[in-house]
Each structure stands twice: as structure tokens, then as C-alpha cells.
């Protein structure tokens, strides 16, 4: 809560329709019946970032969509419209401060500048530099919040008026697959790299035979690259020491910080009530234990893989095997009425998404459906309707 004087905070929350100002950062949370709850119309003020941040449920459904509109709809009706400011705050911290991380700042200043917060300019800014972080930035985020409340065209046009709408070619078949070679080369090692290219030009001089595009060489090149660079133990402590990601961290973060890593290794992780694994923390001597770890990448798959042994690791290796078995059943009897199914079933993997115990649900769910096309590929030829869609 905050007052201009210490008195006038008298309880712990605010009560049902009391709140004289809701700072919304997060339109998800604004929206949120509790939150809701302590909104009055004609009394509650809401400034609201309209930025759409993705929620925990895109992680069981990676179809998931930001409910903006709703959202807005529901706070709105309880405030009334000319209760509530809104703006993409998180934009015009990115474009103008370089970061989103001075959203919080930013909506503070707007919040201010609209006459909603009781306290003076002076206490604000003291309040900053008694908090020691990032102190002229957040000072800087506070006074572009207040220009966004003053005139929120002007402030948007600044960076607007920078924006260079470019439009990027689509890569060729050939560049997706060269780049995709470079990664796999980091990830394993060259032959690994090799085993997929090699693969991959199998498929697409049977497709170039039929004269029937190239969708289903692109499908392959996609989704076994996705198959063969599975993210084990090895590849997680090579990107956490890749020096793109520390200099990231580094141009990201000022001062005396300290890293923190979220892991759930399959072979010590706890499990909840579900027998999944949960995530622990792990301190900054965790990096000396990526070095060494990242280095013993040429282990994966071979009989000293000591976390190749887990059941999850077992079950990416063989996706591996069994999805190139199926192309390879694909090939023998490609035609141009089947090919369309042929490309449906090679991008089965799109919807084995995740890590973990979400992997393992997700493949649970794309079974059927991948041994439902095998058995109608299996029957005979494609169905009119498929000869149509090739």
C-alpha cells in the first residue's frame, strides 16, 4: 500500500472495492477475480501494461493464447472505461530503456503523473537511490512513464519512426540444413553431423525423383535435427557456459549478482505426488561443474553415459532410430498421391514438445495419432481428398 503518511496504512490488505489504484503489470493478474474484487467504479484507478507475458499453462498447452482482449473486457466493467489507462509499457521499456525490466518503474511514473499516487516527486526519487539498483535507469523508466501518461503518441513515435520494417527471405532448403549441420557439429561432433546430413539428402533425392516439391525433405531436415539434438545433461552445461550466454548475462546484469541454475537432473531430482521431477537450485560453483561436464559431450550414447542410462534418455535415443525407421518405410513406397500424408507423418515430432515429464505426456499424446497415419499409409494409397491437398 502507499500513503503519505504512515498512519493512513492501517491494514495488512486492501479491502473489497477500497483500492484507489491498481498498478497492473502483468494484465493477467489484474484481471484475476481477487484482484478484481477490490475495484470500484468511480473510485479505483487501473494502469495497465497491455504486453501479453505467456503464463505457466503454455507449458501444458503450447497452443495457448494470450486472453488480452478478455482481460481488458474485465477490467473495464469493473472500473468503467475512463477508469483505466492502458499501454504496452513493456514495449517502450524495451525500445527506450533497452530493457523490460524497467516496466515496473515505468508504470510507477505513469501512475504518478496521472495524479494516483500520494507521494511527492522528491520522496519517489529518494526512495530510488536509497534502493541503490539501477538507480538513473529506474529514475529515467519513472520519467518516461510520466511522458507516456503527458502524451503516449509522441513517446511511441520515437521508436516507431525508428522501426525498419524488414522482410527476411525465407531460408533455402540448403541453408536450413547447413545450419543445422553447424549445431549438431557443436552439439556431438562432426560424424553426428554427417549421420543427419547424410540422412536428410537420402530424402530429398527420393522427393527430387517424383518431381513433387520439397516439403517433405523440409519436414525431415526440421524434425529429425529436433529428434537428434534432444537437450540432455551435456547440452544443457554447453549452452550455460557458451560464451554467448554469459556475455548475454553480463550485458543484462550490474553490480555484485549472482547466477542461480534451475535444474531437475533425472538421475537425483526429487519427484512430487505425480512422480515428476521437480526443479532444485543450484549456486554459482554449479558453472565449474558445467565446464567439466560440457567437455564430456563425446560420452552421449556410448556405454560410459552414465545419465544415458535414465529411462527419459532412453526414450529420446530410440524416437531417433524409430522416426528415421518410419521415413525409411516413407521412401520405399512414395508416390505423389501419398506424399501429402508422407509429410504429415514426418512432422509427427512437432508435437512431442518440452523436456522432461511434458515430453513424456506429449509423446503419450502424438502416439495414436502417428500410429493412426502409419496404419492408413500401411492400408494402400492416400485417400482422394490427400491426393488433392499433394
Known amino acids: 500500500q502507499i500513503a503519505n503518511r504512515p498512519e493512513a496504512i492501517y491494514t495488512t490488505k486492501v479491502d473489497t472495492a477500497k483500492a484507489d489504484l491498481v498498478i ?12 478484481l474484487a477490490v475495484m470500484q467504479p468511480g473510485r479505483t484507478f487501473v494502469a495497465l501494461n497491455t504486453h501479453g507475458t505467456p503464463t505457466a499453462a503454455f507449458v501444458t498447452n503450447p497452443d495457448w493464447q494470450f486472453p488480452g482482449a478478455n482481460c481488458d473486457s474485465a477490467i473495464a466493467a469493473a472500473v468503467g472505461a475512463g477508469g483505466v489507462g492502458s499501454f504496452d509499457a513493456e514495449q517502450v521499456a524495451t525500445q527506450l530503456l533497452g530493457d523490460s525490466i524497467y516496466t515496473n518503474p515505468l508504470m510507477l511514473g505513469y501512475a504518478w503523473q496521472k495524479g494516483r499516487v500520494p507521494l511527492t516527486f522528491a520522496s519517489l526519487m529518494r526512495a530510488m537511490e536509497l534502493n541503490g539498483v539501477q538507480v538513473d535507469n529506474n529514475k529515467a523508466a519513472f520519467e518516461w512513464g510520466r511522458r507516456c501518461a503527458h502524451d503516449l503518441a509522441s513517446v511511441q513515435a520515437l521508436f516507431q519512426a525508428a522501426q525498419v520494417i524488414q522482410f527476411v527471405k525465407k531460408p533455402s532448403l ?30 530429398k533425392a527420393a522427393e527430387s525423383r517424383l518431381d513433387i516439391g520439397t516439403r517433405l525433405s523440409e519436414a525431415v531436415a526440421r524434425y529429425l535435427f529436433k529428434l537428434m539434438a534432444y537437450k540432455d545433461e551435456y547440452e544443457v552445461a554447453r549452452l550455460h557456459t557458451d ?11 550490474e553490480g555484485d549478482y549472482k547466477l542461480v541454475h534451475h535444474l531437475a537432473p533425472p538421475m537425483t531430482a526429487k519427484t512430487n505426488d505425480k512422480g515428476e521431477l521437480v526443479k532444485q537450485p543450484f549456486g554459482p560453483w554449479m558453472r565449474s561443474a558445467f565446464g567439466v561436464l560440457a567437455k564430456m559431450k563425446g560420452l552421449r550414447g556410448t556405454a560410459l553415459d552414465i545419465f544415458g542410462k535414465t529411462e527419459e ?35 509427427i515430432p512437432e508435437e512431442i514438445r518440452g523436456y522432461g515429464h511434458v515430453k513424456e505426456r506429449h509423446l503419450k499424446t502424438a502416439r495414436p ?22
Open 24 to 35: 497492473g503489470c502483468d494484465s493477467i493478474v489484474a484481471a484475476h477475480k481477487y484482484t
Open 369 to 390: 495419432k502417428w500410429d493412426g497415419l502409419m496404419a492408413q499409409w500401411r492400408s494402400g494409397p492416400a485417400a482422394p481428398a490427400q491426393r488433392q491437398a499433394a
Open 313 to 347: 534418455r532412453r526414450m529420446e535415443r530410440a524416437l531417433i532410430v524409430e522416426y528415421r525407421a518410419c521415413i525409411d518405410e516413407l521412401l520405399a513406397s512414395l508416390t505423389a498421391d501419398n506424399h501429402a500424408l508422407a509429410v504429415e507423418i514426418a512432422r
Open 243 to 253: 560464451k554467448a550466454f554469459t556475455d548475454k548475462i553480463a550485458n543484462m546484469f
Open 174 to 203: 540448403a541453408e536450413t540444413i547447413t545450419k543445422r549441420v553447424d549445431f549438431l557439429t557443436g552439439y556431438q561432433n562432426a560424424a553426428y553431423a554427417a549421420d543427419y546430413h547424410a540422412f536428410v539428402e537420402k530424402v
